[in-house]
C-alpha cells in the first residue's frame, strides 16, 4: 500500500529482492491489434492506479491465506477425509454413481448409452435413499443438464473437490499447480475450466510464465469470463463450485455464500471490483476485438457481476463490513482494524482514536505523567472493552512501525492531535521494549517523538536498568540521539516522587518533618537516669520507590559537570526520605510507647543512597571533567577555614566547566575546589546527618551485642 501510495520513495528502495515483492508493470510497452490478453492486462495495471491497488490488495490477501491459514496439504487431508472414501479413489470420480448405471445397463442388457426418457429409469436408477432420480452419463455437466443427482457419497467428494479448487485460488496457487494437482485425481477438466484467467499467468517479477500460449485469442477469454459469471449466477451449482466461478469472472454474490471470516470477504468484492474494471477498461479501448454476443444489449450475459450494487471505496467496503453480524466478532479484532484503516486510508483517524482509548487504559492502570492536555479530555468513543490493551505488545509494535514509516515518507501526513495520539503508541512501544529488556533500543525510538515525550518516556524506563555499563551505553545513545539527559534524569526522580505521594493513605502528604524517636521511653515508675537509643530505628526495609529514586540518582554519576544540580537533587532526595520517616503527627508519636511506635519510613533508605551515592563517589567521579582531574574535595581541602576563602573568585571560571563536560576543563586551581565544595555544602550536611545517625543505631547495636 505504502508503495502505491509513494512510488517515487520506492524507486530508491534498496535491498529489496523483486522476488519477494509485487512489482507493478511499465507503461513503455504500447497495445496494438495483436496484442494478446497477457499484454492488455499489464498495461490495464499500468495504467490504471485503482486497479493496481486493487490488484495489490488481492495478492496480499491471497499470501495472507497462504501464510497465516492452515496448510493447504492439512487442508485436502481434511477434504479427503470428508468425501467418505480414501485417499487412494480420488482418482475415480464418481464410484458409486457409475456403479449403479453400469448396474443397470447390466440389468437391462442396454448396448447404448442410457438417456433420461429411457423406460423405467427413473424409478430404477435412484440413489441409495430413493429419493431422487441418478444422471445416467457421468460427464461434468449432467447434473446441470439432467436436473439429477448423484449418489450421496459421490456428492460429498464433488462438494469436497470443489472446496478444494477454491482453497487453490483463494491461496493464490498458480495454475500449474492446479494443473498438478487435478491430473493427479484424474480431473483434468476442473483445470481447464480454471486456465481463463488472465493473473495465473504473472510471476511475481511481471514476467510471464512460458506455459502460456504466445498466440491465444483472448476475445474467447472474454465470454470465458462472462460464461463463468453466468454459471455462478445459475443457481443450479453447489455454492463452492459457484464460488470457484465466481472468483473467476468476479461474480461477487456467489463468492459471498462462502465467505468464512473477514478477508475471505474483502477478497471477495476487491476481486470483483478488479475484474469489473477490467472488463470495462477492455469494452472501452478495445470493444472492436469483443465477441458480439457480449456487446449486445438486453441479451443473455446482461447482468452486473457485482450483483446490482455499486462500486464501493475502500474507506466505504470497511464500514459496510463492520456493520455485519457474521462480521460482528471479527470487526473488533485490533489486527482488522489495523487492516481496514490501511485499505480505507483513514490510519490517521485510527491512530487518533485507539491512541486515546490506549491514553486512558493506561491510566486506569496507574498513575501516569502529563500528556497533552487536549489528549486527555478526549474521551474513548467505547469505554466498554479497549481494542487495543497496553499488553497488546504485538499491535502495538506493527502500529508503532507504520507510524514512523508514514513520517519518514511524509512527515506532515499528521495533524496536531493525530501526532500526539502517534506519541502514544509510540511511548507504549518504549515501555515494552524496556519490559523485555531491550535497553539499547531505547534512545532510537524515544528519539522519534517530541523533546518533551522522550523525557517522559525514558524517565519511566531509566530506574530498570541496574548493570553500570549498560548505563553508560544508554547515556552515550541518548546523547547521540540529540534527546536532553539531564531532562530525563530530572523527569524520572520527579515521577517516582510524585508516584509515592500519591500512594499516602489519605491522598495527601505532611510536609512537616515528623517526629524522629532515637531514645526509648521512660516507664511509668521510671523518673531519673539514663535512657537507651531504640534497637534499629533507622529499620532495615526499603520500599521498591525508594530503590527506584536511588537507582535513577545514580546515574548522575555517568553525567558529565553539572555539579550543583547533581548534589542539589540528592539533597532533594535526603530531604524526601526524611520526611518520610513517620507519617505520625507529633502528638500522636508522643503519646504511642516505644513497642508501638512504627518501623521507619525513610532512614533505611537514606542510610542506602549514603552509601551507594556517597559524596566521596560523587566528587571523583565529576571533577574530572570540571577540574581536568579525579579529587575527593573533602580529602584534598585542610580544613574548613581554608575552604571558606577565594570562593567568590574561583564561581565564574567554575559555573561553565559544571555544564560542559570534558569541552570547558579548566586547569586544576584550588579555589575551584573551595568553591564546588559551598556549593556541596546541602547535600554533605544530609548525608553526615544520615551517617550520625547510623552510628548511633550500630553504637546500640554494639552495646547490647547484637549484629546489626
Known amino acids: 500500500m505504502l508503495r502505491i501510495e509513494y512510488p517515487s520513495s520506492d524507486a530508491h528502495t534498496k535491498g529489496a529482492s523483486s522476488s519477494e515483492r509485487l512489482l507493478r508493470p511499465t507503461k513503455e510497452r504500447g497495445i496494438h491489434q495483436y496484442s494478446s490478453e497477457r499484454e492488455v492486462w499489464s498495461s490495464f495495471l499500468a495504467?490504471?492506479?485503482?486497479?493496481?491497488?486493487?490488484?495489490?490488495?488481492?495478492?496480499?490477501?491471497?499470501?495472507?491465506?497462504?501464510?497465516?491459514?492452515?496448510?493447504?496439504?492439512?487442508?485436502?487431508?481434511?477434504?479427503?477425509?470428508?468425501?467418505?472414501?480414501?485417499?487412494?479413489?480420488?482418482?475415480?470420480?464418481?464410484?458409486?454413481?457409475?456403479?449403479?448405471?453400469?448396474?443397470?445397463?447390466?440389468?437391462?442388457?442396454?448396448?447404448?448409452?442410457?438417456?433420461?426418457?429411457?423406460?423405467?429409469?427413473?424409478?430404477?436408477?435412484?440413489?441409495?435413499?430413493?429419493?431422487?432420480?441418478?444422471?445416467t452419463q457421468l460427464d461434468p455437466d449432467a447434473i446441470t443438464r439432467q436436473n439429477r443427482d448423484l449418489q450421496s457419497q459421490d456428492s460429498n467428494f464433488e462438494r469436497t473437490t470443489w472446496m478444494a479448487c477454491w482453497n487453490m485460488l483463494r491461496r493464490g496457487q498458480n495454475w500449474q499447480f492446479i494443473k498438478a494437482w487435478c491430473l493427479e485425481r484424474v480431473e483434468n477438466w476442473r483445470a481447464i475450466?480454471?486456465?481463463?484467467?488472465?493473473?495465473?499467468?504473472?510471476?511475481?517479477?511481471?514476467?510471464?510464465?512460458?506455459?502460456?500460449?504466445?498466440?491465444?485469442?483472448?476475445?474467447s477469454r472474454a465470454l470465458w469470463r462472462k460464461s463463468c459469471a453466468l454459471a455462478a449466477r445459475s443457481g443450479?451449482?453447489?455454492?463452492?463450485?459457484?464460488?470457484?466461478?465466481?472468483?473467476?469472472?468476479?461474480?461477487?454474490?456467489?463468492?459471498?455464500?462462502?465467505?468464512?471470516?473477514?478477508?475471505?470477504?474483502?477478497?471477495?468484492?476487491?476481486?470483483?471490483?478488479?475484474?469489473?474494471?477490467?472488463?470495462?477498461?477492455?469494452?472501452?479501448?478495445?470493444?472492436?476485438?469483443?465477441?458480439?454476443?457480449?456487446?449486445?444489449?438486453?441479451?443473455?450475459?446482461?447482468?452486473?457481476?457485482?450483483?446490482?450494487?455499486?462500486?464501493?471505496?475502500?474507506?466505504?467496503?470497511?464500514?459496510?463490513?463492520?456493520?455485519?453480524?457474521?462480521?460482528?466478532?471479527?470487526?473488533?479484532?485490533?489486527?482488522?482494524?489495523?487492516?481496514?484503516?490501511?485499505?480505507?486510508?483513514?490510519?490517521?483517524?485510527?491512530?487518533?482514536?485507539?491512541?486515546?482509548?490506549?491514553?486512558?487504559?493506561?491510566?486506569?492502570?496507574?498513575?501516569?505523567?502529563?500528556?497533552?492536555?487536549?489528549?486527555?479530555?478526549?474521551?474513548?468513543?467505547?469505554?466498554?472493552?479497549?481494542?487495543?490493551?497496553?499488553?497488546?505488545?504485538?499491535?502495538?509494535?506493527?502500529?508503532?512501525?507504520?507510524?514512523?514509516?508514514?513520517?519518514?515518507?511524509?512527515?506532515?501526513?499528521?495533524?496536531?492531535?493525530?501526532?500526539?495520539?502517534?506519541?502514544?503508541?509510540?511511548?507504549?512501544?518504549?515501555?515494552?521494549?524496556?519490559?523485555?529488556?531491550?535497553?539499547?533500543?531505547?534512545?532510537?525510538?524515544?528519539?522519534?517523538?517530541?523533546?518533551?515525550?522522550?523525557?517522559?518516556?525514558?524517565?519511566?524506563?531509566?530506574?530498570?536498568?541496574?548493570?553500570?555499563?549498560?548505563?553508560?551505553?544508554?547515556?552515550?545513545?541518548?546523547?547521540?540521539?540529540?534527546?536532553?539527559?539531564?531532562?530525563?534524569?530530572?523527569?524520572?526522580?520527579?515521577?517516582?516522587?510524585k508516584e509515592i505521594e500519591s500512594k499516602t493513605d489519605d491522598g495527601t502528604s505532611n510536609p512537616r518533618y515528623p517526629t524522629l524517636r532515637i531514645i526509648e521511653a521512660r516507664g511509668d515508675k521510671q523518673r531519673v537516669g539514663v535512657r537507651n537509643i531504640r534497637e534499629s530505628f533507622m529499620g532495615n526495609v526499603v520500599t521498591d520507590d525508594q530503590h527506584d529514586l536511588i537507582n535513577g540518582f545514580e546515574w548522575y554519576l555517568l553525567l558529565d559537570g553539572y555539579w550543583e544540580k547533581t548534589l542539589a537533587t540528592g539533597a532533594v532526595l535526603y530531604k524526601h526520605f526524611l520526611s518520610k520517616n513517620s507519617l505520625l503527627g507529633i502528638d500522636t508519636a508522643r503519646r504511642l510507647t516505644t513497642a508501638e511506635l512504627p518501623d521507619s519510613k525513610g532512614l533505611a533508605a537514606a542510610r542506602e543512597l549514603s552509601q551507594r551515592v556517597s559524596f566521596s563517589t560523587l566528587s571523583r567521579r565529576k571533577t574530572h571533567a570540571i577540574l581536568g582531574r579525579e579529587v575527593d574535595i573533602c580529602d584534598s581541602l585542610d580544613g574548613e577555614e581554608g575552604m571558606l576563602g577565594n570562593q567568590s573568585k574561583a564561581s565564574s571560571r567554575t559555573r561553565a566547566s559544571q555544564r560542559g563536560g570534558d569541552k570547558s576543563r579548566t586547569r586544576y586551581r584550588p579555589e575551584a575546589e573551595q568553591y564546588l565544595f559551598q556549593q556541596s555544602n546541602s547535600f554533605l550536611n544530609l548525608e553526615q546527618l544520615v551517617q550520625v545517625l547510623d552510628a548511633f543505631e550500630g553504637w546500640q547495636a554494639a552495646i547490647v551485642n547484637k549484629p546489626r
Not at 475450466?193 to 476475445?219: E, I, K, V
Not at 479501448?285 to 455499486?310: H, I, K, N
Request: hydrophobic share 35%; charged share 20%.
Open 193 to 219: 475450466t480454471m486456465r481463463g484467467d488472465p493473473r495465473q499467468h504473472a510471476s511475481m517479477d511481471g514476467n510471464f510464465l512460458p506455459y502460456l500460449n504466445h498466440s491465444a485469442d483472448w476475445q
Open 236 to 497: 443450479l451449482l453447489d455454492k463452492y463450485e459457484a464460488a470457484v466461478y465466481g472468483a473467476l469472472s468476479g461474480y461477487l454474490p456467489s463468492v459471498q455464500r462462502v465467505c468464512g471470516n473477514w478477508n475471505d470477504y474483502l477478497f471477495a468484492h476487491y476481486n470483483s471490483y478488479l475484474l469489473r474494471s477490467f472488463d470495462q477498461y477492455v469494452a472501452t479501448y478495445f470493444a472492436d476485438r469483443l465477441p458480439c454476443g457480449l456487446q449486445a444489449r438486453g441479451g443473455l450475459f446482461e447482468f452486473s457481476v457485482t450483483g446490482g450494487c455499486r462500486t464501493q471505496s475502500g474507506n466505504q467496503l470497511i464500514e459496510k463490513m463492520r456493520r455485519l453480524k457474521s462480521l460482528a466478532h471479527e470487526s473488533k479484532d485490533p489486527m482488522k482494524q489495523l487492516q481496514g484503516s490501511l485499505v480505507g486510508k483513514t490510519f490517521g483517524s485510527f491512530v487518533r482514536k485507539y491512541g486515546v482509548q490506549l491514553l486512558h487504559e493506561q491510566k486506569h492502570q496507574a498513575k501516569l505523567s502529563q500528556y497533552p492536555s487536549d489528549i486527555t479530555r478526549a474521551r474513548p468513543q467505547d469505554s466498554k472493552k479497549p481494542l487495543i490493551r497496553t499488553d497488546d505488545y504485538q499491535v502495538i509494535r506493527m502500529i508503532t512501525h507504520i507510524i514512523l514509516i508514514f513520517l519518514d515518507l511524509e512527515p506532515s501526513w499528521l495533524d496536531n492531535a493525530q501526532s500526539k495520539a502517534a506519541g502514544i503508541f509510540v511511548e507504549a512501544y518504549v515501555d515494552f521494549l524496556g519490559k523485555a529488556g531491550k535497553q539499547q533500543l531505547l534512545p532510537l525510538y524515544a528519539s522519534r517523538l517530541s523533546p518533551t515525550g522522550a523525557i517522559r518516556s525514558l524517565s519511566r524506563q531509566l530506574p530498570r536498568i541496574l548493570e553500570f555499563g549498560e548505563r553508560r551505553t544508554v547515556m552515550q545513545l541518548m546523547k547521540q540521539h540529540s534527546i536532553d539527559v539531564p531532562g530525563v534524569l530530572n523527569e524520572q526522580l520527579w515521577m517516582i516522587m
Open 47 to 135: 495504467h490504471d492506479d485503482q486497479a493496481w491497488e486493487r490488484h495489490t490488495v488481492v495478492n496480499w490477501l491471497k499470501a495472507c491465506a497462504d501464510d497465516c491459514g492452515q496448510e493447504f496439504e492439512r487442508v485436502i487431508q481434511d477434504i479427503e477425509g470428508n468425501a467418505n472414501r480414501g485417499s487412494g479413489l480420488w482418482a475415480h470420480s464418481w464410484l458409486y454413481t457409475k456403479e449403479s448405471i453400469k448396474g443397470q445397463k447390466r440389468l437391462r442388457s442396454w448396448p447404448q448409452v442410457l438417456a433420461p426418457d429411457s423406460p423405467g429409469i427413473d424409478s430404477s436408477l435412484r440413489n441409495s435413499s430413493h429419493a431422487k432420480s441418478l444422471v
